[in-house]
């Protein structure tokens, strides 16, 4: 990889302004995204889907246009100075589409050619060898597994040696293995200064991985933060009570405790704090005890993103009410 010359994480490698994207459908996809991406980090996007992260990515990689505003990447505009600012950035679709007839080897030396760049190949080596891709260079890539060809689309988007790398769901459907390999990658390739944009539903990845956390929702970004602060402020558990007789409303003596009553008022569902040292459970259990509600089945979970981004798009529309 390339030495950058500027490592400093206060010049923004990836600069969002007002970017909004409605589709010719009249979709709006995107609404005014303001985002800057700090050079070196590992930023995860996080999402339900449909949320705009694709388009998001698309555009800042010039394949979708956007309605309104502007992007640069390292310094370039990239309407007014697409060529320069499309070489500074290597992307990883979700889905390999093509050159399932050639071998590896003959796309990655394409996708270099592609981009201008002079032959390298003890760097396409280097990149082949880290991927564990080394001993399958002369397969056609019909002849991968789907693994492999995950790791093929990671290749071939490094074949340019780009500065940022943006990462479309690179573990969704990947088995355990493979999922921490690409991690390990990552990790690699951030220290060799790349900076890595991914998008993901999973949340241990970003809680693995990333430096700061944007999540999105119904094109709009509704918030961007350090790791540490999110999962602190994500850390919900919930336990989930199953009782034996339906409730028609929360009882009194139990009014002080977050709880919500669902399923016909057959679940009792609580929400605690996971980081918490008292989680308050067992003072719950003897409440309801007291009260004289029976359960047949609890569990725990944790509340998936979804949920939480729900809880947030719905937090927000009510601090706007
Ligand atoms: N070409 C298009 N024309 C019209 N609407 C589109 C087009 N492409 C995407 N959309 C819509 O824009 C919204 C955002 O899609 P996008 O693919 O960016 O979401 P995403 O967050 O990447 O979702 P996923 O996690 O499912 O990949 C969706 O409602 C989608 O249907």
């Not at 990883?92 to 592609?114: H, I, K, N």
């Not at 060898?129 to 399958?136: A, P």
Request: hydrophobic share 40%; glycine share 8%; proline share 3%.
């Amino acid at each position: 990889m390339t030495p950058k010359a500027d490592t400093s994480v206060h010049d923004p490698i990836i600069d969002v302004r007002g970017l909004t994207k409605t589709y010719a459908s009249g979709f709006q996809a995107l609404k005014t995204i303001d985002l800057q991406i700090r050079r070196g980090e590992i930023f995860a996007l996080l999402g339900p889907n449909g949320a705009g992260k694709t388009t998001l990515i698309s555009i800042i990689c010039g394949i979708v246009n956007a309605s309104a505003g502007s992007v640069s990447a390292d310094g370039h505009d990239i309407v007014r100075d697409y060529r320069a600012a499309r070489m500074k950035i290597g992307l990883v679709p979700q889905e390999l589409s093509t050159d399932a007839f050639e071998s590896v080897w003959a796309t990655m030396r394409f996708s270099r050619g592609l981009f201008g760049k002079p032959r390298d190949d003890a760097y396409l080596e280097k990149v082949l060898r880290d991927l564990s891709l080394w001993d399958k260079k002369d397969n056609k890539i019909m002849t991968l597994s789907g693994g492999m060809k995950r790791r093929v689309l990671i290749a071939k988007a490094l074949a340019h040696e780009p500065s940022i790398l943006f990462l479309d769901e690179p573990t969704a459907g990947v088995d355990v293995e493979l999922r921490h390999d690409m991690w390990e990658m990552v990790r690699r390739l951030r220290e060799n200064g790349t900076t890595v944009i991914l998008t993901t539903h999973y949340i241990e990845e970003a809680e693995d991985m990333a430096h700061r956390i944007g999540v999105i929702n119904k094109g709009e970004l509704i918030l961007v933060e350090d790791k540490a602060t999110l999962m602190r402020k994500l850390g919900k558990k919930q336990l989930t009570l199953q009782l034996q007789a339906p409730l028609e409303r929360i009882p009194e003596g139990l009014s002080s405790y977050p709880l919500e009553l669902t399923g016909d008022g057959a679940t009792l569902v609580y929400t605690f704090d996971a980081q918490a040292e008292e989680t308050g459970i067992a003072a719950l259990l003897r409440r309801l005890h007291d009260q004289g509600i029976d359960f047949k089945d609890l569990h725990s979970s944790e509340s998936s993103l979804e949920e939480i981004f729900v809880s947030l798009v719905h937090r927000g529309r009510e601090a706007r009410a």
